[in-house]
């Protein structure tokens, strides 16, 4: 068995920070490329930031950048989103994402393995 599981959701208010962990355990460990999505109510699911492990390479949506930092630890067991300057449009379900093939942040159907979500809720 293998999965992802999330932690760290949570509500604040807008200029806020929250950070979200998620940790890969069984056969699911080691995957390729690493990424956080998000799904607002009434929306469709949008990526957030992607990591290829073996290179740390990293990727983010233009919504997102210079506010959200996407890191995984040296074991590469937990992927980490800390998300700084919270606006009110960041509030959403949040999922960490884990697969083999191509490491995008656009496109969530690249992605085997996905994570039960956390909520993150941010108020003006």
């Known amino acids: 068995q293998g999965q992802l599981v999330e932690s760290g959701g949570g509500s604040v208010q807008t200029g806020g920070s929250l950070r979200l962990t998620c940790k890969a355990t069984?056969?699911?460990?080691?995957?390729?490329?690493m990424a956080w999505f998000r799904q607002a109510p009434g929306k469709a699911r949008e990526g957030v930031a992607v990591?290829?492990?073996?290179?740390?390479?990293?990727g983010y949506a233009d919504s997102v950048k210079g506010r959200f930092t996407i890191s995984q630890d040296n074991a590469k067991v937990t992927l980490y989103l800390q998300m700084n300057s919270l606006k009110p449009e960041d509030t959403g379900t949040y999922y960490c994402?884990?697969?083999?093939?191509?490491?995008?942040?656009?496109?969530?159907?690249?992605?085997?393995?996905w994570g039960q979500g956390t909520q993150v809720t941010v108020s003006s």
């Open positions: 069984g056969y699911v460990y080691g995957n390729e490329c």
């Open positions: 994402a884990a697969g083999n093939r191509l490491c995008s942040v656009s496109r969530d159907s690249e992605y085997t393995y």
């Open positions: 990591i290829r492990t073996s290179r740390n390479s990293i």
